[in-house]
């Protein structure tokens, strides 16, 4: 069955198998000729159950239906899109009428409060406009110290595992030096009076506890930025960016409430997404011996290890774009329609949820020749000119896209490039691999690795 009309009692049972192409338009969202015809795409009966795995049900009705079908989860009204051109239309086309909102969200919003992420209309607009100075190029320079430090220090811990013979839990390690880059990023010189409390993050899962822990670490943050009012002292780091913005109506700089829901908002955002890529990076680079072989060539042809020369590192960018590719840590992004509206040729109800996976698409066997395999030199200049540009998007995009692009970028290029250039990891036991799509994708299991020393490439850090 193709689509069908929105009250037509056949609507519900679309058991034929069906892949449909995607619309041929860059955005998808023009409506049909004919109002009248109200289409709703197909999709299964059975709604979604709360036990199954979310990412392979979405996976297997995509491959069922196509690139859009709709169903039931968590007992909202969903279509699940799978195409860059309804990505298109949802995150830059017609992104106004598409809330942030659904079950994830609401689990964020309880643990970090009113922050960027759980936000939306003016409330949304207006917080972006106060913290993009912070998320700047030359912002993100600044903080050249946070991304060195913590990685120098986790090098010279893996340095001396690797002296001894012994393994490392990569996983645990990454996690810890990626939340001390955070914290040092937002809180520069007050790191070690607020890491203490922070130190959970790296450990806990996301339950009730969770959000309980991520209260108090809110009212810390609170308390710093009302010390730093009553002392005000120049910082370039994320905080004093933050308490430097004024609301352009009415002129008033963000309450030390508000400054703290953006704080915790960070570090949480912050935090598991770039620690997951960088555990995944060296579980592929583990498998691909070829390609951190070319990598560490390119390192070695480093004559400084600066900010620009990192930046300049062409095939490590590469690596990374593949690595977002396959493992994109935010694997889920929902919305909610807030008006009625059309996807293609297909009515959309207002309050209709939608669900589009990086995962999926990024690994959509239309889209992408041998999806599951690693290729970096996919990304090589002018390989990927057939592409849509949103046939990946580990970062969202639109005007909702994530302000820690740039950020995450630079804190993986110096975390790679600082300790590829002396070590390679390789999996003291058996290799294990499969994840877990929770709020990010997850190894189900830590990455146990053995350091191994290379011979030594000399560039000067700092
Ligand atoms: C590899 C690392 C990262 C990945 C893959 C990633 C991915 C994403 C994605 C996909 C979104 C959009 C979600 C949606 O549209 O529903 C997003 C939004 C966001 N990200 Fe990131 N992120 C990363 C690192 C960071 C960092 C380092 C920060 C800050 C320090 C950050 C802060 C945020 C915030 C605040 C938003 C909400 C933006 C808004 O709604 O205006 N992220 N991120």
Same mark, same amino acid.
């Given at each position: 069955?193709?689509?069908?009309?929105?009250?037509?009692?056949?609507?519900?049972?679309?058991?034929?198998?069906?892949?449909?192409?995607?619309?041929?338009?860059?955005?998808?969202?023009?409506?049909?000729?004919?109002?009248? !015809?109200?289409?709703?795409?197909?999709?299964?009966?059975?709604?979604?159950?709360?036990?199954?795995?979310?990412?392979?049900?979405?996976?297997?009705?995509?491959?069922?239906?196509?690139?859009?079908?709709?169903?039931?989860?968590?007992?909202?009204?969903?279509? !699940?899109?799978?195409?860059?051109?309804?990505?298109?239309?949802?995150?830059?086309?017609?992104?106004?009428?598409?809330?942030?909102?659904?079950?994830?969200?609401?689990?964020?919003?309880?643990?970090?409060?009113?922050?960027?992420?759980?936000?939306?209309?003016?409330?949304?607009?207006?917080?972006?406009?106060?913290?993009?100075?912070?998320?700047?190029?030359?912002?993100?320079?600044?903080? =050249?110290?946070?991304?060195?430090?913590?990685?120098?220090?986790?090098?010279?811990?893996?340095?001396?595992?690797?002296?001894?013979?012994?393994?490392?839990?990569?996983?645990?390690?990454?996690?810890?030096?990626?939340?001390?880059?955070?914290?040092?990023?937002?809180?520069?010189?007050?790191?070690?009076?607020?890491?203490?409390?922070?130190?959970?993050?790296?450990?806990?899962?996301?339950?009730?506890?969770?959000?309980?822990?991520?209260?108090?670490?809110?009212?810390?943050?609170?308390?710093?930025?009302?010390?730093?009012?009553?002392?005000?002292?120049?910082?370039?780091?994320?905080?004093?960016?933050?308490?430097?913005?004024?609301?352009?109506?009415?002129?008033?700089? &963000?309450?030390?409430?508000?400054?703290?829901?953006?704080?915790?908002?960070? !570090?949480?955002?912050?935090?598991?997404?770039?620690?997951?890529?960088?555990? =995944?990076? =060296?579980?592929?680079?583990?498998?691909?011996?070829?390609?951190?072989?070319?990598?560490?060539? *390119?390192?070695?042809?480093?004559?400084?290890?600066?900010?620009?020369?990192?930046?300049?590192?062409?095939?490590?960018?590469?690596?990374?774009?593949?690595?977002?590719?396959?493992?994109?840590?935010?694997?889920? &992004?929902?919305?909610?329609?807030?008006?009625?509206?059309?996807?293609?040729?297909?009515?959309?109800?207002?309050?209709?949820?939608?669900?589009?996976?990086?995962?999926?698409?990024?690994?959509?066997?239309?889209?992408?020749?041998?999806?599951?395999?690693?290729?970096?030199?996919?990304?090589?200049?002018?390989?990927?000119?057939?592409?849509?540009?949103?046939?990946?998007?580990?970062?969202?995009?639109?005007?909702?896209?994530?302000?820690? *692009?740039?950020?995450?970028?630079?804190?993986?290029? !110096?975390?790679?490039?600082?300790?590829?250039?002396?070590?390679?990891?390789?999996?003291?036991?058996?290799?294990?691999?499969?994840?877990?799509?929770?709020?990010?994708?997850?190894?189900?299991?830590?990455?146990?690795?053995?350091?191994? &020393?290379?011979?030594?490439?000399?560039?000067?850090?700092?």
């Amino acid at each position: 069955m193709e689509g069908c009309a929105i009250d037509s009692a056949s609507a519900q049972s679309a058991q034929k198998p069906l892949t449909r192409p995607a619309p041929s338009a860059r955005d998808a969202g023009a409506a049909p000729a004919s109002a009248e !015809v109200r289409r709703i795409p197909p999709g299964p009966e059975e709604a979604y159950r709360t036990a199954e795995d979310l990412l392979e049900f979405m996976r297997t009705h995509c491959e069922r239906y196509g690139d859009i079908f709709r169903t039931s989860i968590y007992g909202s009204n969903v279509y !699940v899109i799978n195409s860059p051109q309804y990505l298109h239309h949802v995150l830059l086309g017609n992104w106004r009428n598409y809330a942030r909102r659904g079950q994830a969200v609401k689990r964020i919003a309880l643990s970090l409060g009113n922050g960027l992420i759980s936000s939306n209309g003016q409330t949304w607009a207006k917080q972006r406009r106060l913290l993009q100075p912070a998320f700047t190029r030359p912002s993100v320079r600044a903080l =050249w110290d946070a991304f060195l430090r913590p990685t120098t220090a986790l090098a010279e811990r893996w340095k001396d595992a690797a002296r001894r013979g012994a393994s490392v839990d990569v996983t645990h390690d990454v996690s810890h030096a990626v939340l001390e880059t955070t914290l040092r990023a937002i809180f520069g010189d007050d790191y070690e009076r607020v890491a203490p409390h922070f130190s959970l993050i790296a450990e806990e899962s996301r339950n009730l506890s969770f959000a309980q822990a991520c209260a108090q670490l809110r009212s810390i943050i609170a308390q710093l930025a009302e010390e730093r009012r009553e002392r005000p002292r120049e910082s370039r780091d994320i905080l004093g960016m933050m308490m430097l913005g004024r609301d352009r109506d009415s002129g008033c700089p &963000m309450s030390a409430a508000e400054l703290a829901c953006q704080g915790i908002t960070l !570090v949480i955002a912050g935090h598991e997404t770039t620690a997951s890529v960088l555990n =995944w990076v =060296w579980y592929l680079l583990s498998k691909h011996p070829q390609v951190e072989e070319r990598l560490l060539a *390119e390192i070695a042809r480093l004559r400084s290890f600066d900010f620009e020369s990192v930046a300049g590192l062409g095939y490590l960018q590469q690596v990374l774009e593949e690595a977002l590719r396959t493992y994109p840590p935010l694997w889920l &992004m929902t919305r909610r329609a807030l008006e009625s509206d059309y996807l293609g040729e297909y009515f959309v109800p207002a309050g209709t949820e939608i669900y589009l996976s990086p995962y999926l698409l990024q690994r959509h066997p239309r889209l992408w020749e041998s999806p599951g395999s690693f290729i970096p030199d996919r990304f090589a200049d002018g390989h990927s000119g057939e592409q849509h540009a949103l046939a990946t998007c580990p970062f969202g995009a639109g005007p909702r896209n994530c302000i820690g *692009e740039f950020f995450a970028r630079t804190e993986m290029q !110096v975390h790679l490039a600082l300790i590829l250039k002396d070590l390679r990891l390789r999996f003291a036991e058996a290799e294990p691999a499969g994840f877990v799509a929770d709020i990010n994708l997850r190894s189900r299991d830590h990455f146990l690795m053995r350091p191994q &020393m290379r011979a030594c490439i000399s560039v000067n850090p700092g």
